[in-house]
Nanobody
Framework: VQLQASGGGLVQAGGSLRLSCVVS????????MGWYRQAPGKQRELVAR???????NYGDSVKGQFTISRDNALKTAYLQMNSLKPEDTAVYYCNADVRRSYLLRNDYWGQGTLVTVSS
């Protein structure tokens, strides 16, 4: 199972970016998917998570600013980031709770995509 994150880059404050995370490999089902971020010198923190049914939860710092969504058919999660601020600068990691078989269920992480917001 692999998670491929993309969509990061350099953006000015107030701008928007859309991150994508595609899950590939031998998969029976994908449960929760999520985005986390880690800024330099800080711990990794939750940005947003979404269940297979579409229920969402967000970190307090991004509520009302970011939107997570997913396309189950494409095995892809998205993170729409609006009104970006310099403090949103971080490496963003995608995460997926994947069931590979009836007995095999594991948490997987993508490689991270860097988002840099300039002031």
């Amino acid at each position: 199972v692999q998670l491929q994150a993309s969509g990061g880059g350099l953006v000015q404050a107030g701008g928007s970016l859309r991150l994508s995370c595609v899950v590939s490999g031998s998969i029976l089902s994908i449960n929760d998917m999520g985005w986390y971020r880690q800024a330099p010198g800080k711990q990794r923190e939750l940005v947003a998570r979404i269940s297979s049914g579409g229920s969402t939860n967000y970190g307090d710092s991004v509520k009302g600013q970011f939107t997570i969504s997913r396309d189950n058919a494409l095995k892809t999660a998205y993170l729409q980031m609006n009104s970006l601020k310099p403090e949103d600068t971080a490496v963003y990691y995608c995460n997926a709770d994947v069931r590979r078989s009836y007995l095999l269920r594991n948490d997987y992480w993508g490689q991270g995509t860097l988002v840099t917001v300039s002031s």
